[in-house]
């Protein structure tokens, strides 16, 4: 069965909401919503079938966008591959050219709404930022906490809260603060043993490669609602982490780093190769910052990852 190449878009305005449109009930997956766009035509190259699609759809032209996942996905009757673009302006005022009902969404209630199953990994990148930042080691609780909320002013809306060298009880106390500091401003994820889940509902949690091959076999260990990420080196971890089902993951070392400098990096050859087959958004992680955060975008990638690259001093 020959793959469907959809072009479609993620079309935020500027206050952040985000445009979807709902299928005719005799097309396929009718009924549900969908990010607007259609069938890429033979020969023709993305941007044209996106501009193409969404003239044709809207009524808009689109002036600035960038790649943001590709979804391979398989149906019972239909093989596609979803490229999604992020488009962030646009000439013309969006309505349903074709009658299609449209609503303008916050990112944060796009899981109100059915879409086709395809969709799932596309919510999940329109929900999550380009940066996500990884707290440094070394640093005490209160130095940690001030660092947070300088990362916070500076519009951080993802980070993870990692303390290796930490005691249990002394990482508990510090994840609290944090929890209050990141409410309602950005998504805090934790690290650690999966009975604290219930301890810190408002959380989500990041995996480690070894949390990760102990799970997978298992199932997901929580809520769809509750973000789940895992750390990722390598095809066989990612295909884990597809197999339980987390939202998103980071893949590293991409290039070498002066903390693990042991590490082999996998390169940007590979890691685009990689990225190909895996339908989850991810962040590229080691020897990456703002200034990769184009060719991260270029290789299939959500964004960056980073300590230092994001850690204000």
Same mark, same amino acid.
């Given at each position: 069965?020959?793959?469907?190449? %959809?072009?479609?878009? =993620?079309?935020?305005?500027?206050?952040?909401?985000?445009?979807?449109?709902?299928?005719?009930?005799?097309?396929?997956?009718?009924?549900?919503?969908?990010?607007? &766009?259609?069938?890429?035509?033979?020969?023709?190259?993305?941007?044209?079938?996106?501009? *193409?699609?969404?003239?044709?759809?809207?009524?808009?032209?689109?002036?600035?966008?960038?790649?943001?996942? /590709?979804?391979?996905?398989?149906?019972?009757?239909?093989? %596609?591959?979803?490229? =999604?673009?992020?488009?962030?302006?646009?000439?013309?005022?969006?309505?349903?050219?074709?009658?299609?009902?449209?609503?303008? %969404?916050?990112?944060?209630?796009? #899981?109100?709404?059915?879409?086709?199953?395809?969709?799932?990994?596309?919510?999940?990148?329109?929900?999550?930022?380009?940066?996500?930042?990884?707290?440094?080691? $070394?640093?005490?609780?209160?130095?940690?906490?001030?660092?947070?909320?300088?990362?916070?002013?500076?519009?951080?809306?993802?980070?993870?809260? *990692?303390?290796?060298?930490?005691?249990?009880?002394?990482? *508990?106390?510090?994840?609290?603060?944090?929890?209050?500091?990141?409410?309602? *401003?950005?998504?805090?994820?934790?690290?650690?043993?999966?009975?604290?889940?219930?301890?810190?509902?408002?959380?989500?949690?990041?995996?480690?490669? /070894?949390?990760?091959?102990? @799970?997978?076999?298992?199932?997901?260990? @929580?809520?769809?609602?509750?973000?789940?990420?895992?750390?990722?080196?390598?095809?066989?971890?990612?295909?884990?982490?597809?197999?339980?089902? =987390?939202?998103?993951?980071?893949?590293?070392?991409?290039?070498?780093?002066?903390?693990?400098?042991?590490?082999?990096?996998? #390169?940007?050859?590979?890691?685009?190769?990689?990225?190909? &087959?895996?339908?989850?958004? %991810?962040?590229?992680?080691?020897?990456? #910052?703002?200034?990769?955060?184009?060719?991260?975008?270029?290789?299939?990638?959500?964004?960056?990852? $980073?300590?230092?690259?994001?850690?204000?001093?």
């Amino acid at each position: 069965m020959k793959r469907v190449h %959809v072009a479609a878009a =993620v079309i935020r305005r500027a206050d952040g909401r985000i445009l979807i449109a709902k299928r005719a009930d005799a097309s396929h997956q009718g009924g549900l919503w969908e990010f607007p &766009g259609g069938k890429v035509e033979s020969g023709e190259a993305i941007e044209a079938a996106l501009a *193409r699609e969404l003239q044709e759809e809207l009524g808009i032209h689109p002036t600035a966008a960038r790649p943001l996942i /590709q979804v391979r996905h398989d149906y019972p009757d239909k093989q %596609v591959l979803l490229d =999604v673009w992020e488009v962030s302006a646009f000439a013309g005022q969006a309505h349903g050219a074709e009658g299609q009902p449209l609503a303008w %969404v916050n990112p944060r209630q796009l #899981g109100d709404y059915e879409f086709p199953a395809a969709n799932r990994p596309i919510i999940a990148a329109a929900r999550l930022p380009e940066r996500y930042l990884i707290t440094p080691d $070394g640093l005490g609780a209160a130095e940690l906490l001030r660092g947070i909320q300088r990362a916070l002013d500076s519009d951080i809306a993802l980070l993870q809260l *990692r303390a290796p060298a930490m005691f249990d009880p002394q990482y *508990r106390d510090l994840a609290l603060d944090a929890v209050g500091l990141c409410a309602g *401003r950005a998504q805090l994820m934790l690290k650690g043993p999966l009975e604290w889940l219930s301890d810190f509902p408002a959380a989500g949690w990041h995996l480690t490669a /070894q949390q990760l091959r102990e @799970l997978a076999a298992s199932g997901r260990p @929580l809520a769809p609602e509750r973000w789940l990420a895992a750390s990722c080196h390598s095809a066989e971890e990612l295909a884990l982490a597809a197999q339980l089902g =987390v939202d998103f993951v980071t893949l590293s070392p991409v290039q070498a780093t002066a903390t693990h400098p042991q590490a082999q990096p996998l #390169g940007w050859a590979a890691t685009a190769e990689l990225l190909q &087959g895996f339908n989850q958004p %991810v962040y590229l992680l080691g020897g990456v #910052g703002p200034a990769e955060l184009e060719r991260a975008w270029q290789v299939g990638a959500q964004g960056v990852a $980073g300590i230092r690259a994001f850690w204000p001093d």
